[in-house]
């Protein structure tokens, strides 16, 4: 494994780069100008693991030159498995290459493309939403024809008490299925919606009632966390308190069991509305209409809100779920996931729905609700083919379940594939992965503003499913993407720079910022004219296979030599004693920064600190070289994390260098951060010492 990580980590990641830091009618069935063509929704049964027929490599070849040189053709052709309400006339129009105009002068609506298709075309009683909750015992099966009721009823209920078309609903719920009920009654309706985590703290949520300006805000009475109830109600009351906005009405879905109300003038009763709810009829909408307003992560002073269209969002999502993951409608899906991240919103929620896949929603953690053998319970019940999720849920795992005792009590025979995504992955939870769970783990890569996948292992065009060690698959077609020095010329193999992209970007991208399109282009599209920019680093290799490296401003810059975080990760996690592990850098008035590494160690390791410690600089000499000048490990009990699985190493370099430093509202236990810094504190004793 030691040659592996050094064929990965050596060439060229101390080049001399300067990388900046991030900143942070009648319808017509799949009609366009070449005419109409039947949608494909035909049923498919899911075979048992692992032989499955994939298209031969020379697929993906071709489907990317396509893309790349007549994207107008690729993507219509693509276009004609959605159905529109009236065609398109023109497939693109990029007078701004910032903002490519995708399927101009079509309609359709999302709802209809995820839901009512499926009814219509006899699929009526299969299964799209399998709710799983081990926090509250429940299970439940929600076939396409019960989810069309629910959210048409719904959908009512907005129109009912006054959301129209273009007004913008705030969605503050756990996860359970009315969640993605209020998510596709307002695609329905034609109405945006900015889904928010539930439990998301009051200012923050007030922040995005005033930037949002919601008409409506749908809520829930609780959300369970193992151990505990979050009371949704007091949260939402605060936040309208602190916000300048105040929206017509609050609809409030109250749990089983778990009862709360607010202001009879203000708030409205789930049960109640929908008792005599109407159905209400899919709205048709233009191909740009803005289906959802997603908020990132750690946002600071004017809030960024991603807006993300409806026509080019359903044609790539549709896409993605043949193409990138292989699958076929009637296969069962699981992305592991919340759906107040851009993983939920596109795979928990449209994605597979659009796709006719059965989507897995779980109200539960990797481990805890019970133990580390949830995820594979949870696949085996429900006979999933494959899988989405993030590297920490699979070091979580490991560590309390080193040699997978608990998963392999549940046969995983219909599982194919499991992706990872979020954070980049290290080689020893990639291979532990695939040695429990006994499939093809492929990580790929993609970002909240892109929707989907920039790079990926593409197995339904026949993408290898034994892709290099630490790759993060191929460029997906439409993503023309390069590595660039800070002079923009591309560098070559290897060799760590800027990864951009050359626009336009794909259908399905963001189209702008809520309310701040001089913004969206200043972010993305200033510092490298010409090109996207992903603001993270990396490298491309000779076959084509991308590495991201760590965000531009996750360079650690040691006397002159810049090295890579997720390099100094991927090396430290080679050590069996480690089951999680983040790099930044600690100041130093000799070599004015070197790294320092924060590692949790597995569960049952009984080795001395002291001696994992040597071993450890050891192993970074080996694989890295002396240049990394790696010499300091702080052990801890754990490490922050946001509710997608990333690690806020900006905060964390703030505190072990004794700055101030922030927490972001989405990381999951903010008490980690006192651990570390009583550590913390003693080292920097130590070093002045």
């Not at 600190?609 to 071993?615: G, L, R, V």
Request: proline share 7%.
């Amino acid at each position: 494994m030691h040659s592996q990580i050094k064929h990965l980590l050596r060439p060229n990641l101390c080049a001399p780069v300067t990388l900046r830091r991030s900143v942070c009618a009648a319808r017509q069935r799949g009609a366009g100008p070449a005419g109409p063509r039947a949608s494909s929704s035909s049923s498919s049964s899911s075979s048992a693991r692992p032989r499955r027929s994939y298209a031969s490599d020379a697929a993906y070849g071709r489907a990317f030159a396509s893309a790349r040189d007549h994207p107008e053709t690729f993507w219509g052709d693509a276009a004609r498995d959605v159905d529109w309400f009236e065609p398109w006339r023109n497939t693109l129009r990029a007078r701004d290459p910032a903002f490519p105009n995708w399927f101009v002068g079509g309609k359709l609506n999302m709802c209809h493309n995820a839901v009512d298709r499926h009814v219509e075309s006899g699929r009526g009683e299969q299964p799209a939403v399998i709710y799983d909750s081990p926090v509250t015992g429940v299970k439940r099966v929600i076939s396409f024809r019960e989810l069309q009721d629910q959210v048409s009823r719904l959908a009512g209920v907005l129109v009912k008490n006054g959301v129209r078309k273009g007004d913008l609903v705030v969605i503050y719920m756990p996860m359970v299925p009315e969640a993605m009920f209020a998510m596709l009654a307002c695609a329905r309706v034609g109405a945006p919606h900015s889904l928010i985590f539930g439990g998301f703290a009051s200012k923050e949520l007030s922040v995005r009632i005033d930037h949002a300006k919601p008409k409506m805000i749908v809520t829930a009475s609780f959300g369970i966390e193992p151990g505990r109830q979050v009371a949704y109600i007091p949260l939402v009351e605060k936040a309208l308190e602190m916000s300048s906005h105040r929206p017509s009405k609050v609809l409030i879905y109250n749990r089983p069991n778990m009862k709360a109300s607010m202001s009879p003038q203000l708030s409205l009763d789930w049960d109640e509305e929908m008792a005599t709810a109407r159905p209400h009829d899919c709205v048709p909408v233009p191909s740009n209409h803005p289906l959802y307003v997603l908020y990132t992560s750690g946002t600071t002073g004017t809030p960024k809100g991603v807006v993300r269209d409806t026509a080019g969002y359903a044609v790539m999502l549709k896409w993605t779920m043949s193409n990138i993951y292989g699958l076929s409608p009637g296969d069962v899906w699981w992305a592991a996931s919340d759906l107040g991240w851009v993983v939920g919103h596109s795979y928990i929620c449209y994605g597979p729905l659009l796709h006719g896949n059965s989507t897995i929603l779980y109200e539960g953690k990797p481990v805890g609700t019970p133990d580390a053998g949830a995820f594979f319970r949870v696949l085996s019940e429900h006979g999933a083919s494959s899988m989405f999720t993030a590297p920490t849920a699979i070091r979580a795992i490991r560590q309390q379940d080193p040699h997978c005792a608990l998963g392999r009590k549940h046969p995983l025979s219909r599982l194919r594939s499991l992706f990872l995504a979020g954070e980049r992955c290290d080689v020893e939870t990639l291979e532990w992965a695939k040695s429990s769970f006994g499939v093809p783990v492929l990580d790929h890569w993609w970002q909240t503003e892109t929707g989907s996948a920039i790079t990926s292992s593409c197995i339904g065009l026949g993408n290898s499913l034994t892709p290099p060690a630490g790759q993060a698959g191929k460029p997906v077609p439409g993503y023309d993407v390069r590595v660039i020095d800070d002079d923009m010329r591309e560098v070559q193999p290897r060799t760590l720079g800027n990864i951009v992209v050359r626009p336009p970007l794909p259908p399905g991208a963001a189209l702008s910022l809520w309310q701040n399109r001089d913004l969206f282009k200043e972010l993305y599209f200033t510092k490298f004219p010409g090109y996207y920019d992903t603001m993270d680093a990396g490298f491309v290799d000779e076959e084509g296979f991308l590495y991201i490296m760590s965000r531009s401003d996750d360079v650690i810059n040691v006397a002159g030599h810049r090295l890579s975080a997720g390099a100094l990760e991927e090396s430290v996690m080679q050590h069996p004693a480690i089951g999680d592990c983040a790099v930044v850098g600690l100041e130093d008035a000799l070599k004015g920064v070197v790294p320092l590494a924060l590692c949790v160690l597995k569960n049952g390791v009984q080795k001395k600190q002291e001696d994992i410690t040597k071993e450890l600089v050891k192993l970074v000499r080996d694989t890295i070289g002396p240049v990394a000048a790696f010499r300091k490990v702080l052990f801890v009990q754990a490490l922050p994390k946001t509710r997608s699985g990333k690690i806020p190493r900006s905060s964390l370099a703030n505190l072990v260098n004794g700055k101030p430093y922030k927490i972001s509202p989405t990381i999951e236990d903010p008490e980690v951060f006192k651990d570390i810094e009583t550590h913390a504190e003693k080292a920097l004793r130590y070093r002045e010492d």
